[in-house]
């Protein structure tokens, strides 16, 4: 009996929507100070110029520095009633609006963290024919070599991973022990460790294959194409050899993880609709 799947229900909430509700709640409250000084603006005393009653735009700005916890000190409440609503109205509400305020950064700062991290794992099963590829004119895909090769794939690793960066390229490229690092791994092969190459000799793309041979899994990690020989098909095209060569040495099913909208488009193209979704779910008061 094949196991139940089921998934949990989530409420759809338009971040935009939500950010103009807590604006729209924040400008009620400041109106309401606003019109509780201004009715009561004869309690009320501009120290720039005692002798005038507050206008409206006194009232408005005594409220914003108020509420904000600005408070400047140059208009104050001078009768006992008008420091008794400022304590028990005004200072509850000033304390509301910065739960506001902070409730609403933390929500966008939630937001983005759950996007950040949202990763969707792809999987294939195997059994199926791979759908053909065609690779770009000029290039060829290959298991990674050895000696300058080796130096050159660290370089390419610092130009696909962070957006072309020269320096993060070179560091990488003049200290290669954490590629070494990674071949003595466990199911590292390097038959799998395929590299697109360039009609000029560069690494253009690269894909890692973790291969499992007892569980007849694998996982493709990392992928990437350097951004100057993106838009070429180099991606798909090494995820659907790798896919090919798994194939042929008995795999039953591939996988592959990805973040950004752009690798998943990628990877759906590649590996079909079938994924799971993992995200963090944060709680905020």
């Known amino acids: 009996m094949a196991p139940t799947r089921f998934r949990f229900a ?10 103009l509700q807590r604006v729209g709640l924040a400008t009620a409250l400041l109106m309401l100070v606003t019109l509780i000084t201004y009715i009561g603006r004869d309690a009320y005393i501009d120290n720039e110029d005692p002798s005038q009653p507050l206008t409206f735009i006194d009232s408005l700005y005594y409220a914003t520095v108020t509420i904000t916890t600005t408070g400047y000190g140059d208009i104050v409440p001078v009768t006992q009633g008008s420091r008794l609503i400022t304590t028990i109205v005004v200072t509850p509400i000033r304390i509301l609006f910065i739960i506001l305020l902070v409730g609403t950064t933390l929500q966008v700062l939630a937001e983005q963290s759950r996007f950040q991290f949202r990763l969707r794992k792809w999987q294939r099963d195997l059994s199926g024919p791979i759908p053909d590829a065609p690779l770009a004119p000029g290039y060829t895909i290959r298991p990674l070599g050895d000696g300058l090769e ?20 070179v560091d990488n490229r003049d200290d290669p022990t954490w590629y070494r690092n990674i071949q003595t791994a466990p199911l590292y092969r390097r038959d799998l460790d395929l590299v697109a190459v360039a ?7 690269f894909c890692t294959i973790w291969f499992d041979d007892v569980t007849r899994s694998a996982y493709f990690e990392p992928v990437a194409t350097v951004p100057a020989h993106q838009r070429r098909g180099l991606g798909k095209a090494l995820l659907t050899e790798g896919l090919r ?41």
């Open 150 to 169: 080796l130096l050159e794939r660290c370089y390419a690793s610092g130009l696909g991973f962070h957006e072309g960066d020269i320096r993060v390229a």
């Open 245 to 285: 060569r798994l194939q042929r040495r008995g795999a039953l099913v591939a996988g592959v993880g990805g973040y950004s909208p752009h690798a998943n488009a990628l990877y759906r193209s590649v590996m079909g609709d079938d994924h799971t979704l993992y995200e963090p779910w944060v709680k905020v008061w």
């Open 10 to 19: 989530r409420v759809q909430t338009d971040p935009l929507k939500a950010i």
């Open 199 to 205: 009609p000029d000799g560069a690494i253009a793309a």
